[in-house]
């Protein structure tokens, strides 16, 4: 797992535990002195909070685990794959376009860094130099033709 990612999502844990744990309680604390819990707004607030705390922090470990078994060995050296950068030739719009391929914490399209689950790349996924690939979008299809492709193995090099 990149350095980066692994601080931002460790970040993230970490504020939100912070919260769970003392910012939240303090809260629904002050909220029951109020009075009468079944139309007390403060009290639900700091109770729908809480349970969306606690399945955040749920899908960041889960995330964490996902990201901490990728083998970088296992990712090929002749196909597009996750690290990859690749040029491709956009035959609707007749434009050359470079993607990076990211996990989906890293992803900002504006700088050409697409997730590997974005429909982009996933249809570019597996792709060798002269494939076509068809994206589907809600504004019909584009063909994506491979045209360069630098592994994150020729990067490491």
């Known amino acids: ?38 139309e007390n707004a403060e009290y639900h607030m700091a109770k729908q909070r809480q349970e969306f705390v606690n399945a955040r922090l749920g899908q960041l470990k889960k995330r964490m685990g996902d990201l901490a078994l990728v083998n970088l060995a296992n990712i090929p050296k002749d196909r597009v794959a996750f ?25 900002d399209v504006t700088k050409g860094l697409i997730s590997t689950t974005s429909p982009i790349g996933r249809s570019l996924v597996g792709k060798q130099v002269g494939d076509m690939a068809t994206v589907v979008t809600p504004n019909g299809n584009r063909e994506l033709e491979v045209l360069k492709l630098t592994t994150i193995h020729d990067e490491a090099e």
């Open 1 to 38: 797992m990149p350095e980066h990612i692994k601080k931002k999502l460790l970040e993230e844990i970490r504020l939100l535990e912070h919260e769970l744990t003392h910012e939240l309680p303090a809260e629904i604390k002050k909220a029951v002195a109020l009075g009468d819990l079944s």
């Open 83 to 107: 690290g990859s950068t690749v040029l491709v030739y956009d035959t609707n719009k007749d434009e050359k376009i470079e993607y990076k391929l990211v996990t989906s914490e890293e992803s």
